[in-house]
């Protein structure tokens, strides 16, 4: 009965949701070509932070080169897509692919760094490869000026030309991988990233392969990463390496800290934080970095969780703090 009335429960905490998905798939209907590009690259920075926090949020590893990922995924599609004529939906698996590959390639030497060192060593990627693209090697990537010329994703024939047109493909994407993540959140490995977050000793311990589930870890990361950078690429047309910069891995790396590291629902908050509300607050652009330091300060004061933290993490925490005060009151004095 118990279970019945939950599952009641459930399905009605649904519903608010729905509502609202169905509200904001009606932007387009609504809004203007403006605010409709707003909403597109809320989607595309909402899948940046959702791969992002695969790795940080799951697995507790600090990654501040995320845009090196992001950058493959997108140079990948503009290179093949230019010089083969290559859809590029048919290329986005291949983005993915190569961005997954590129992680495993480059990772694997460096995950028996922990905490800041392995921040550093990811900084460190997302500037070569940011420098590499300058450099044009093989006069691949165009140097300076990037990849020009790019197709519009088109399907069936319907090509994704207007911004209305870009928000519905962009968002069911976005929302499919939210379903994925929230499915792999209950699942094994999901579990096992989180133990390894803890405790990576313990969960080796119990048998968990810590380096493997932190390899496999970047993998889908990155591979998200580059579904992101097909999508910018088609929604542009033109790439260049200043798009994939140092500041692009601090605001995806923002968007997670921000909502709550290992919470799909941060995501959504942090990204919301981070890409609309400058655009509404556009007239106060000269005060923008003021205001985003001091929004990073005070949340690492007050709300060190995120502002919609996840509850699985809020539970670990909890138990730590009960079992230390336990610990506490059961030494002697």
């Excluded at 060593?121 to 006069?139: K, Y």
Aim: with cysteine; glycine share 12%; charged share 10%.
């Amino acid at each position: 009965m118990k279970e019945r009335l939950r599952n009641i429960r459930n399905r009605h905490h649904w519903w608010p949701l729905v509502l609202l998905g169905a509200g904001w798939f009606c932007v387009p209907l609504f809004a203007n070509s403006y605010w409709t590009d707003v909403a597109n690259f809320f989607g595309i920075y909402m899948l940046l932070g959702l791969s992002l926090n695969i790795i940080v949020g799951y697995a507790g590893m600090f990654n501040l080169g995320h845009a090196a990922f992001y950058a493959v995924g997108a140079y990948t599609t503009a290179i093949i897509n230019t010089r083969f004529g290559i859809p590029l939906l048919v290329l986005m698996p291949i983005a993915a692919l190569t961005a997954a590959g590129f992680a495993a390639l480059i990772t694997r030497p460096v995950l028996h760094l922990r905490g800041d060192y392995l921040c550093i060593v990811t900084i460190g990627f997302g500037e070569i490869v940011r420098i590499a693209l300058i450099n044009n090697p093989f006069g691949l990537t165009g140097g300076p000026n990037g990849v020009l010329g790019i197709d519009r994703p088109a399907l069936f024939g319907f090509t994704f030309y207007q911004p209305g047109h870009f928000f519905y493909l962009i968002w069911v994407i976005v929302i499919l991988v939210m379903f994925g993540m929230r499915r792999l959140e209950n699942s094994r490995l999901g579990r096992a990233w989180n133990y390894v977050r803890e405790d990576e000793l313990a969960a080796e311990a119990m048998g968990i392969d810590a380096t493997n589930m932190k390899l496999l870890a970047f993998i889908l990361g990155a591979g998200l990463a580059g579904i992101a950078g097909t999508l910018y690429a088609g929604k542009m047309t033109v790439i260049a390496p200043e798009s994939f910069g140092f500041w692009e891995s601090v605001v995806m790396f923002a968007i997670v800290v921000l909502g709550g590291p290992g919470s799909i629902p941060g995501v959504v908050v942090g990204t919301f934080g981070m890409f609309v509300l400058p655009e509404i607050f556009r007239g106060f652009s000269s005060a923008r970095m003021l205001v985003f330091g001091a929004a990073m300060m005070l949340m690492m004061i007050f709300r060190p969780q995120g502002l919609w933290p996840s509850q699985r993490v809020l539970r670990v925490r909890q138990a730590e703090g009960l079992e230390s005060q336990g610990s506490a009151a059961g030494r002697p004095a």
